[in-house]
């Protein structure tokens, strides 16, 4: 089974995409939609799969087991290397639920099955963790092409066994191409009715970009076969422009969202690009991607993609500030550890150590997935990658919880408006709700706190809150589903609350974006116009802070609790200046301050942890400290029956 000739353009264009990917992730100011470089990848590899299997059909090579061995070594060393090594700083870093959850993610990384996963359990279930702290988040790329991988191939030998021409099978390729773009494009919809944005993970709103790539590869064979010219050099050259235009201004200029037409003109540029490279006459554009430093990061590419978002990830779950420095080390890393992964390991498994197909299944396969499945066994034990003697075996206290609560946050599909009875809390008996809160799993969180001020002043209160799967959103002008506004506006007529508590995952600089301060000020400007009382919640500082003294890492190096406070609450600050006493703001951080510290927090009250993740208060904890708040500061709600009563 032989290869297709080399392209040194093809690996410029690779490094163009994984640098607008890596540079995305690292959240550069005028990298604007990045991701798209993973769509190109898609196409690249749509056409390059297609030429393959056309070229060694046409020449009776074809091999689908000798494809198969070619396909597990060039993907499957990179990949067990470095989970190998990132899993071992899962163990170091993550607490107990986020170990679990990496290693179920683990195992379908494995398994060629991640996307699918994220699809399914992107919230992970009440505690909606952010993508941006999620280490393997990335390998769903790799789902998608290794399915694509493993059916294509048997597909396309089916059609040819058909005694399908090459026309037809362009035919074909083209129809189902436009079907799948139809189909892409119909998720738009799904997005502004059911806010779906795990479709993002989903292979049959990804199958149009390999299709790109098919329908080239199959259109050149055709070209081939019966020597159409139109090796026309000024034709040549205005297209690689336009293709270089069609991505580059995507990717730098336009904030796209998913799904898009942006993202289709992407693909629509690189697969131009992809066929002006392909005649005699080469153009300059694609010249330009074939020199050395191009080239070289082409090569890396693959590695480059592995290594580079598990780093941001724990930096992010570390709450590590991203500084210049910061990035520009991480990007550095990224490169030294990917030309290592490729000149020691990529290259030998692909032309030095070559197993048999079996051998290759079991060792690159069966074990690492054996191994995967031993590591989330042990995950699921206390102690195993914890701190266990840190918390005095009291996290069976994080499942505790005093409401049902995946019935009042909200999943894709919550378009019911209704009242969820589940979801009443305080003073349940009381007929008149005088509290709605809103917001996301971090809202979830301060249920225990609110409960105990609710109880305190015999109020009745409803939660409403959706996980951040997304762009976070409270209330008519922010960026949750419309499907969670109009569900909102249905408790706020049905319910007629007296006052509404926003709270979520304030991490304005980095997690919400830029516009988020406009939108929330709307929102509390509608509330107070509806005569509603606006109270807005400080977000509790997390990372290092809470998780400190609890993991295994923490354990070995004897590391003491520490905070550098982040700025993420800096904007409530401003909405407070604005609205003065017309906005109620509340601040449980200053009950985790320790005294006469500017930077260490409390973890933990006694001998219970008052975290459940490196975010999230657990149920238990928030309850204490919703009690320590009304033994200090007396009821912060308190101004709720003062208003009321004038």
Known sequence: ?????????????RAFAVLSVVLFHLQINWIK???????????????????????????????????????????????IVVLSIYTFFAWLILLPQDLLNYSESLISSISSLANIYYFIKLNFGYFGAS??????????????????????????????????????LLFFSIICLIISCILFLSGELNIHIIDSPRWYYSPTHRAFELLFGCCLAIFLSVQNTNKINLNNKIVLEVLSIISMFLMIVPIFFIDVRFPSLWTI???????IFIYCGNNNHTP???????????????LISYSLYLWHWPIIAYINYLSIEKTTLVCVLIFISSILLATLTYIFIEKPFRYKIIFSFK???????????????????ASKHQGFGFNKEAVNLNLNFYSSQSLNLDQCNTGENYNLNEINNNCFFGTINKDHTDILVLGDSHAMAYEGMINVWLKNLKLKGYIYTKSLTGNPKLYKYMMYSNSFDKNTEYYIHK????????????????????????QIDHSIANFIKQGIIPIIMYDVYGGPKSTCGFTKLDKILGRECYSVMDNRNNFIKKLKHKYGEKLIVIDPNKLIEKKDSKTELLTSIGSTPLYTDNTHLNNIG???????YLERYGNPLSIINTKAQS
């Open 131 to 168: 993508p941006q702290i999620i280490p393997l988040l990335h390998t769903w790329s790799l789902g998608i092409e290794e399915q694509f991988y493993l059916i294509y191939p048997l597909f396309l030998l089916a059609l040819f066994k058909l005694n399908f021409t090459q026309k037809k």
């Open 622 to 628: 928030s309850t204490l400290l919703g009690n320590l």
């Open 33 to 79: 939609s990045g991701f798209l470089g993973v769509d190109i990848f898609f196409v690249i590899s749509g056409y390059l799969i297609t030429s393959i299997i056309i070229k060694n059909i046409h020449s009776d090579s074809f091999s689908i087991k000798s494809f198969y061995l070619k396909r597990i070594r060039r993907i499957l060393p990179a990949l």
């Open 265 to 271: 003109t992407t693909c629509v540029g690189a697969t």
């Open 359 to 377: 051998k290759s299944i079991f060792i690159l396969w069966i074990i690492p997935l054996v191994t995967s499945v031993g590591f989330y066994t």
């Open 284 to 298: 300059i554009v694609n010249k330009i991607f074939s020199i050395k430093p191009f080239v070289a990061i082409g």
């Open 495 to 518: 319910l007629k609350p007296k006052a509404i508590i926003l709270a979520g995952y304030w991490n304005y600089d980095t997690y919400l974006k830029t516009d988020a301060f406009e």
């Open 1 to 13: 089974m032989s290869n297709i000739q080399y392209r040194k353009d093809i690996d410029g264009l």
